[in-house]
Each structure stands twice: as structure tokens, then as C-alpha cells.
Nanobody, 124 residues
């Protein structure tokens, strides 16, 4: 069992940066691939970025490549999402998730544990 708690969301202006954090509790954190997803109002939840168990491999959606960076600190049971050059279309609730596998998975079905989400609002 893994519990995930996101933090760091807020209201920012277009072009600003924000860093989200995800604190994990439970066993064997470093055996899980971790991901960030987001859900905008009226839309389905979508994949943002993921990282494998060691942090050596990451994968990101085209919409955030070059702007968002995922990282992890296994010693602290933490995952981070650094978001730069934010755009109004990045407005969403952001969710941290722990995967069934140790890889950087991109599909929701490959994740078994989810946080409650943190709101990110980007004004124009």
C-alpha cells in the first residue's frame, strides 16, 4: 500500500514557474514507477509525465516537453514536477500516481495508487 499526497499547487500567471511535490508513504517506494497526470475542467484526465524507479528514464507528453521536468528522490520518498513557462491551458488538477511496474508508464491503467490532486491555475 502506498499513500500519495501532492502539494505546491496554486494560482500563477502565464510564463511563471511552479514546482509540485508528491510525498509517498508506504513500502518499497523505489520499486514503483511514478507519474503525473492532470485533469482540466470538463476534460478527461491525461498523462503528463512519468519516471522510472531509478530516475534514469523519463517520458513526457508532447504538450509539456521542454517545459516540465519530473524528478524523484528515493531517499526522501518524494517525486517532483517542475513546471516552467506555464500556459493557461496547463490549468488543471494535477495528480501523482504510483505504477504497477517500475517503468515510466504512460497509461492510467498502469497505475495503482493515486493522490487526491492539487489545483494549478494559470491566468493569462
Amino acid at each position: 500500500q502506498v499513500q500519495l499526497v501532492e502539494s505546491g499547487g496554486g494560482l500563477v500567471q502565464a510564463g511563471d514557474s511552479l514546482r509540485l511535490s508528491c510525498a509517498a508513504s508506504g513500502r518499497a517506494f523505489d520499486s514503483y514507477g511514478m507519474g503525473w497526470f492532470r485533469q482540466a475542467p470538463g476534460k478527461e484526465r491525461e498523462f503528463v509525465t512519468a519516471i522510472n524507479w531509478s530516475g534514469a528514464r523519463t517520458y513526457s507528453a508532447d504538450s509539456v516537453k521542454g517545459r516540465f521536468t519530473i524528478s524523484r528522490d528515493n531517499a526522501k520518498n518524494m517525486v517532483y514536477l517542475q513546471m516552467n513557462s506555464l500556459k493557461p491551458e496547463d490549468t488543471a488538477v494535477y495528480y501523482c500516481a504510483a505504477g504497477s511496474y517500475a517503468i515510466a508508464a504512460t497509461r492510467e491503467s498502469e497505475y495503482v495508487y493515486w493522490g487526491q490532486g492539487t489545483q494549478v491555475t494559470v491566468s493569462s
